[in-house]
């Protein structure tokens, strides 16, 4: 299927874990960004990727780490996860023309950490 | 930063016009303000994006004082199913860390 998909869509893990979640779009896309949600608030910006083997850090970096080794894939992973990375995580692309600033979302991942 | 301050809700009816302004004093030259949608358990959706004067697609108008240190996004007409957090954003890609999210305005539209 064309589009951008996140999994798992709900994942539930301890507090110290390594937790991985899963970006793939279809559009070969250049752009790719990881947003966390907090219940209630806007999006903030933890990581984005400009092209493959291209990334930077965003708003809310600290405790997060990606990597972007296809274009297609964009994974985001918790190397020890903690309570206050509790929180829904979008990912989207865009492709990158001049003045395209249209962002596709992924449907989010809820993350749950105990 | 091009931080950005909404309203934090509004409240309509259907049928009516809705306005909702977005303040950034800070946008830089080369920033784009976009809006996005987005409905509770959803990714946010792209409304429109404008970088002056007025734009207009089939869902909303943008429209960009000359200064450009605002912006107002016009829906025409709500019905019930636009009920939803608008977000307005200012940001370029040439330094995608600075691209900021506001808080939102959220919007309610009553029959």
């Known amino acids: 299927d064309a589009g951008i998909t996140q999994s798992p869509r709900y994942k539930i893990t301890e507090t110290g874990r390594q937790v991985t979640l899963m970006c793939h779009q279809t559009w070969s896309h250049s752009y790719m960004f990881w947003y966390r949600q907090d219940l209630g608030h806007g999006l903030r910006l933890i990581y984005y990727?400009?092209?493959?083997?291209?990334?930077d850090k965003g708003e809310v970096p600290d405790g997060y780490v990606v990597s972007r080794s296809k274009t297609e894939n964009f994974p985001l992973t918790l190397e020890s996860a903690t309570r206050s990375q509790t929180s829904v995580y979008f990912c989207?692309?865009?492709?990158?023309?001049?003045?395209?600033?249209?962002?596709?979302f992924g449907p989010g991942t809820r993350l749950t950490v105990t | 930063l091009a931080k950005t301050t909404q309203p934090i809700s509004m409240d309509s009816y259907e049928g009516q016009e809705v306005n909702i302004t977005c303040s950034h004093n800070n946008i830089a030259t080369n920033d784009y303000i976009t809006w996005y949608q987005q409905f509770p358990s959803q990714g946010p959706r792209f409304i429109i994006q404008g970088y002056k004067t007025k734009v207009t697609n089939e869902v909303a108008s943008l429209f960009i004082p000359a200064d450009r240190k605002s912006s107002t996004l016009s829906l025409p007409r709500v019905s019930l199913s636009d009920t939803a957090v608008y977000y307005c954003l200012v940001g370029g890609y040439s330094n995608a860390s600075k691209i900021i999210f506001g808080s939102g305005t959220r919007l309610s539209i009553q029959p």
């Open positions: 989207a692309s865009k492709h990158g023309g001049q003045g395209a600033h249209e962002q596709y």
């Open positions: 990727s400009a092209a493959a083997d291209i990334t």
